[in-house]
């Protein structure tokens, strides 16, 4: 099976590229089987975990490229005092997409329940989730 070991940020790449469209939890790799949308499996083996963002270019041990996707998946589209509910959403440390007219959540149930109840409109949708990286520039935060 072929493999990548490679990663080309959004960005620094050019030509073609096979797309592999992942949701948010997916594009956190180390070492993972993936399927390319046509249906071809490849192998990620990185030396390090990393996340991948939308544009993003994993090469291959042939060459090739695959170009990482984000996938529309069921998130939270949030709107009303942003800067308020940002603070909650993040006190929460639950990653958030941040707009100038909207915020961008996971779907979740207890989310949900709490933006109800700070006055938040959050309508359900099916969007490719991007939520902001830490602030180290590690691309996600697992600590605090």
Excluded at 33 to 58: K, M
Excluded at 80 to 97: E, F, K, S
Excluded at 100 to 107: E, G, N, P
Excluded at 130 to 135: F, I, K, L, N, V
């Amino acid at each position: 099976m072929r493999t990548a070991h490679i990663l080309h940020r959004h960005g620094t790449w050019s030509g073609a590229a096979a797309p592999c469209a992942l949701d948010h939890a997916a594009r956190l790799v180390r070492r993972k089987r993936l399927t390319t949308d046509d249906g071809n499996p490849f192998v990620v083996d990185l030396a390090q975990t990393v996340s991948l963002d939308d544009g993003d270019a994993l090469e291959l041990d042939d060459g090739d490229r695959v170009v990482i996707r984000a996938a529309p998946e069921p998130v939270l589209v949030v709107t009303g005092d942003l800067a308020r509910l940002a603070w909650h959403i993040g006190n929460r440390h639950a990653p958030c997409q941040i707009q100038a007219d909207r915020l961008i959540v996971a779907a979740d149930p207890v989310i949900a329940d709490m933006l109800s109840r700070l006055g938040a409109s959050a309508t359900r949708a099916m969007l490719p989730f991007t939520p902001e990286g830490g602030a180290y520039g590690h691309g996600r935060t697992h600590g605090h």
